[in-house]
C-alpha cells in the first residue's frame, strides 16, 4: 500500500514542501542504522506491544534525534555540493551575506545536534532511560497520519518564550511522535530531562486543552513545524485535492504566520478552523 508523505526531501522539492507518494515501508524507515543494529536496538518498540513503558518512550525519541541528526548532515552536505557547483561554473557565492548566513545556521544547528546526540547515547549506554521526561495523550482509535518531529519550540499554549533563536547558547528541543499501535493512537511529547523547567509546564498546558483545542492547535502546527507527516492514502484521497492544496499551501507559509503574530504581539494558542483533521477517525 502507498503511503503519501509531506516531506522536502532536498532532491525533488529545493524551496516548498510538497506531497509525495511513498511505499508505506519506504516512507516509514529510518535507513541510518544498520539492520543487524536497528533490530536489536529497537526490538523493544518493534517486535513488542506499545505500552508506554519508559524505555519504550526512550526508544521511540532516540529514533527521531537520530534521523534528524542524520537529516541535517545530509542537508549540510546537499549545501557543500550546491557550493561547489556554483564555483565550477563561475560563482562564487562564498562572500555574500546570505551564504555566510546559512554556513553559520547550519554551523549551530550541527553543534547542537552533536551535543543532543551525546547526551542521549550517553543516556542509551547506562540504561538511563529516565533521563527523558514525557507526556502522553491517548487516542481510543486509529488515525491515519504517523509522525516523528524534532523540533525547538519558539513559544508555549500561553505565549510564553521557550526558545529564542537569537540570544540562546542552544536550542532546547522537544520531540513528537504521533503513531498507531494495536486499535489505539498515541500522541508523544518527551524531551531530556534537562529541559523540564520549559517543556513540563508545556506539556501540562496541553493536556489541559480539550480534544478538539488539542487536534486544532497541532492542525495548525503540524504543517508548520515539520516535514515529516506521513498520510494514509485513505484520508489523503477522502480529503480531495482543494484540501491537499490547502495544507500544502498552508506548510509553505511559516514565515507569514511567523510575520503575523510578531506583528501583532500575539504568540499564544487560539482556534484557527483548518479544512483537514489529520485526527479524523475515517472508520466511523
Not at 194 to 220: A, G, V
Request: aromatic letters at 16%; glycine letters at 4%; proline letters at 2%.
Amino acid at each position: 500500500m502507498d503511503g503519501c508523505i509531506i516531506t522536502l526531501d532536498g532532491k525533488s522539492n529545493l524551496i516548498f514542501q510538497g506531497s509525495q507518494k511513498k511505499g508505506r515501508k519506504i516512507a516509514t524507515t529510518f535507513t541510518g542504522f544498520c539492520s543487524h543494529h536497528d533490530k536489536v536496538l529497537f526490538q523493544e518498540i518493534e517486535d513488542k506491544i506499545f505500552n508506554c513503558l519508559q524505555k519504550q518512550v526512550f526508544l521511540l525519541t532516540y529514533r527521531t534525534m537520530s534521523w534528524h541528526y542524520h537529516k541535517k548532515q545530509e542537508q549540510i552536505n546537499a549545501h557543500g555540493i550546491f557550493y561547489e557547483n556554483m564555483l565550477n561554473h563561475g560563482y562564487n557565492i562564498s562572500s555574500s551575506p546570505h551564504f555566510k548566513d546559512v554556513v553559520k545556521g547550519f554551523a549551530m544547528a550541527e553543534q547542537d545536534n552533536i551535543l543532543e546526540k551525546q547526551a542521549f547515547d550517553n543516556f542509551l549506554m547506562n540504561n538511563a532511560y529516565e533521563q527523558l521526561s514525557f507526556c502522553v495523550w491517548e487516542i481510543p482509535y486509529e488515525i491515519s497520519i504517523a509522525l516523528s518531529m524534532m523540533y525547538g519550540l519558539e513559544y508555549d499554549i500561553r505565549g510564553g518564550k521557550l526558545n529564542d533563536y537569537f540570544r540562546d547558547k542552544k536550542v532546547k528541543n522537544i520531540y513528537l511522535n504521533i503513531f498507531s499501535s494495536d486499535s489505539k493512537s498515541y500522541c508523544i511529547w518527551s524531551w531530556l530531562k534537562s529541559n523540564d523547567d520549559f517543556y513540563i509546564d508545556f506539556s501540562k498546558q496541553f493536556m489541559e486543552l480539550s480534544i478538539e483545542d488539542r487536534e486544532n492547535y497541532l492542525n495548525n502546527q503540524l504543517p508548520r513545524w515539520t516535514d515529516s507527516i506521513v498520510i494514509s492514502p485513505r484520508l489523503w484521497n477522502k480529503w480531495g485535492n482543494d484540501i491537499q492544496e490547502a495544507l500544502i499551501t498552508h506548510a509553505n507559509f511559516d514565515f507569514l504566520y511567523r510575520f503575523m503574530k510578531e506583528e501583532n504581539s500575539m504568540f499564544g494558542y487560539k482556534y484557527e478552523d483548518t479544512p483537514w483533521n489529520f485526527f479524523e477517525d475515517i472508520n466511523v
